[in-house]
């Protein structure tokens, strides 16, 4: 299958959102520029290290001094995901940066295919990076989006709100708990509601 770029320089939005009930949601990124929508699912934990890292990234960016990054006094953009809803591809591996000639943040969404996830794995035995260009017809498909600072942060508020608002953990120790409750490694197996 012929590779697939999905390039929003800039979107017009761009979030991460859910789908589910607690407990059992799909997370997205999802960007839009007009009537194109491009939603891309991946893992709780890539949503929060994504927002995590970008928030360190602004962080650093403000105390340069190198971009303007506070979010503004914008209405907020809810976590609701644009329709239709059509998962582009599964996101394997998440990449960001700085594009400082541009002042944007980009950053990436790429599929992994599973020869891709072996050689990947041996590269990062041997420290190698995998680089992939753009005009690559054979590589995995891409999702990029290119935004100012101020909308990154906006993104980082958001994405956070978003992994929060999964179950509550559990005050022992710290799994996520169920409505029905959960088995507690702390109370030795015992059953915890």
């Given at each position: 299958?012929?590779?697939?770029?999905?390039?929003f320089d800039p979107p017009t939005r761009f979030i991460a959102g859910t789908i589910g009930q607690p407990g059992n949601r799909t997370f997205y990124l999802?960007?839009?520029?007009g009537e194109r929508i491009v939603s891309v699912s991946l893992e709780k934990v890539q949503v929060a290290v994504l927002a995590d890292r970008l928030g360190a990234l602004l962080d650093?960016?403000?105390?340069?001094?190198?971009a303007e990054t506070s979010a503004g006094s914008e209405t907020e953009d809810p976590a609701t995901l644009d329709e239709p809803l059509n998962e582009a591809f599964r996101a394997g591996t998440l990449s960001l940066g700085w594009d400082g000639a541009d002042d944007v943040?980009?950053?990436e969404a790429r599929e992994i295919e599973e020869e891709d996830e072996e050689e990947a794995e041996a590269g990062e035995a041997e420290g190698a990076v995998l680089?992939?260009?753009d005009d690559d017809p054979d590589g995995p498909d891409l999702f990029r989006v290119r935004i100012p600072a101020a909308v990154a942060r906006r993104f980082v508020d958001q994405a956070v709100r978003v992994v929060a608002s999964g179950r509550p953990p559990c005050p022992l120790c710290g799994q996520p708990l169920d409505p029905q409750g959960h088995?507690?490694?702390?109370?030795?197996?015992?059953?915890l509601n």
């Open positions: 299958m012929a590779r697939r770029l999905f390039i999802q960007a839009r520029d650093e960016l403000d105390r340069r001094g190198i943040i980009v950053i680089e992939i260009a088995l507690c490694p702390r109370r030795n197996g015992t059953f």
